[in-house]
Nanobody, 120 residues
Framework: QVLLAASGGGLVQAGASLRLSCIAY????????VGWFREVPGKERELIAA????????YYTDSWQGRFTISRDNAKSTVYLQMNTLGPEDTAVYYC?????????????WGQGTQVTVSA
């Protein structure tokens, strides 16, 4: 069992940066793939980026490639999402999720979400 706690959201002005954190409790963090998703009312939850257990393998959905950066610190069981040059279109609830590396399907574990609001 894995518990995830996302934090770091807030209200910022356009152009600002934020770093979200996702701390994992429970099972071995080193075997987990962790992804960051976002959800906007009325739309499906979207995958932003994911990172493999060792940190060397990352994936970004095209929309966020170059502006957002995912990283992890296995010693702290934490995955980060650095978000730069934020705009109002980035307003959403951001979730982290995890699954074991051997799982090729959907994510099994989800955090509670952290709200990011960007004012114009």
């Amino acid at each position: 069992q894995v518990l995830l706690a996302a934090s770091g959201g807030g209200l910022v002005q356009a152009g600002a940066s934020l770093r979200l954190s996702c701390i994992a409790y429970g099972s071995s963090f080193n075997i987990l793939v962790v992804g960051w998703f976002r959800e906007v009312p009325g739309k499906e939850r979207e995958l932003i980026a994911a990172i493999g257990p060792g940190g060397g393998g990352t994936y970004y959905t095209d929309s966020w490639q170059g502006r957002f950066t995912i990283s992890r610190d296995n010693a702290k069981s934490t995955v980060y999402l650095q978000m730069n040059t934020l705009g109002p279109e980035d307003t959403a609830v951001y979730y982290c999720a995890a699954k074991e590396y051997s799982n090729r399907g959907n994510y099994d574990y989800w955090g509670q979400g952290t709200q990011v609001t960007v004012s114009a």
